[in-house]
């Protein structure tokens, strides 16, 4: 374990001893421990490495070429299940591998749950994650994954749309840049062109007292709720010092 934490230090893991538990627990064997250890030391993201992300306590399926839930998005994840009553339609839009709606069901009983995003890699492990639940996945753009019956009747509609500006993708870590895919960081030139997409259509499908939910950050938040008036939604914010992150909730 001593050599396995010693590799992970120097390669700039700031918790090396609690990843070197976890890629420990991963491996099938000593030649599996040290693919691992490769892999990370290479610059994979830890949750890719062993396979699953913690996401609200529960675990997420995860792979390569995904996006990795972020601890961030669990405050949305809690406002989102404030939001569901028992029975709610709810759907986790541009969902990747299905972390919110997983998160939301998990803790709401008797929701119906969809899950929709366009990239096909990630919808892989949203089924996984979102079949203890009976969660349906749907493979397209926004809205038009969704199936005409949901028109009307979604009671929470959750959405973690890509909110980093073009032009500063090349600054986030290389764990992020390297192995995500574009689709799930790229916002366009100010990081708020998918959530203008989101508002323009969301109140033809929330359901009456519906509410959309989406993460941004404080900066972009002012953009960001203009994109929900704009589609006709009334707006407020809820932020966290804790989690790092600020939430819009759209109501019709």
Do not use: K
């Not at 010693?6 to 491996?27: H, I, K, P, Y």
């Amino acid at each position: 374990m001593a050599a396995l934490v010693e590799a992970l230090r120097a390669a700039g893991c700031v918790f090396a001893e609690e990843e070197a538990e976890l890629l420990t627990a991963a491996a099938r064997d000593e030649g599996h421990l040290a693919e691992l250890l490769a892999r990370r030391v290479a610059g994979e993201p830890l949750e890719v490495v062993v396979g699953w992300a913690e996401f609200c306590g529960l675990r997420m399926e995860v792979g390569e070429g995904v996006f990795v839930p972020r601890r961030r998005s669990e405050f949305l994840a809690q406002q989102a299940v404030a939001q569901a009553g028992p029975g709610a339609v709810v759907v986790d839009l541009c969902c990747g591998v299905g972390a919110l709606g997983a998160a939301v069901a998990s803790r709401v009983p008797g929701v119906e749950l969809h899950a929709a995003d366009i990239d096909a890699g990630a919808l892989v492990y949203a089924r996984r994650n979102v079949a203890p639940y009976g969660g349906r996945v749907h493979e397209g753009d926004l809205y038009a994954a969704l199936p005409g019956s949901l028109r009307g009747r979604v009671d929470v509609l959750v959405v973690n749309a890509p909110y980093v500006p073009t032009g500063e993708i090349a600054f986030l870590p290389a764990e992020a840049r390297d192995h995500e895919p574009p689709v799930s960081l790229d916002g366009g030139p100010d990081g708020v062109a998918v959530h203008r997409r989101v508002g323009a259509e969301a109140a033809r499908w929330l359901a009456p007292g519906g509410h959309l939910l989406i993460e941004t950050s404080a900066r972009q938040s002012p953009l960001t709720a203009s994109a929900l008036t704009s589609g006709g939604l009334a707006v407020r914010a809820v932020t966290s010092d804790e989690f790092g992150t600020t939430v819009l909730i759209g109501s019709v």
